[in-house]
C-alpha cells in the first residue's frame, strides 16, 4: 500500500489513489521523515573521516571539511538513489552510499600519493 499525505500547513491533498482515505502528516512528522531519509548521509560523514584517519593517517583537510563533503556526497546519493528507484530505501542505493562516501575520502586523503 503506498501511503500518501496531506500536509495541513500547506493544504496541499496528496491522497490515495481512489481518494477514498484522507491521511494527515503533522509537521513534526515531516520533519521526522526528512531526518530519518538524511540518517544513514549523516552517519557516514561522522564516520568516514575518522575512519579514513585511522586507515591512511592524518589528512591536509580539516575533519570538518571532510565531514561537510561527506554529508553533501551522500545525501546526494540518497536523492539520486530515490528519484531513480522511485522509493527510498533501496539496498543498492546504500550500497552506493557507503562506495561514493569511500572514494570521496580517499580523494580528500589523496590516497594516490605516496605519504
Given amino acids: 500500500m503506498v501511503l500518501q499525505a496531506q500536509f495541513k500547513a500547506l493544504g496541499i491533498f496528496l491522497g490515495s489513489p481512489d481518494h477514498s482515505e484522507r491521511d494527515f502528516m503533522t509537521f513534526w512528522q515531516l520533519v521526522l521523515h526528512l531526518f530519518n531519509f538524511a540518517l544513514p548521509a549523516l552517519f557516514m560523514a561522522l564516520f568516514m ?67
Fill in 49 to 115: 573521516p575518522w575512519a579514513g584517519r585511522w586507515v591512511m593517517g592524518p589528512s591536509r583537510s580539516s575533519l570538518r571539511r571532510r565531514m561537510g563533503v561527506q554529508a553533501l556526497c551522500g545525501l546526494a546519493v540518497l536523492v539520486v538513489g530515490l528519484w531513480l528507484q522511485g522509493q527510498d530505501g533501496k539496498m543498492s542505493t546504500y550500497i552506493a552510499l557507503v562506495i561514493v562516501a569511500a572514494s570521496a575520502e580517499w580523494l580528500m586523503q589523496r590516497g594516490w600519493a605516496a605519504k
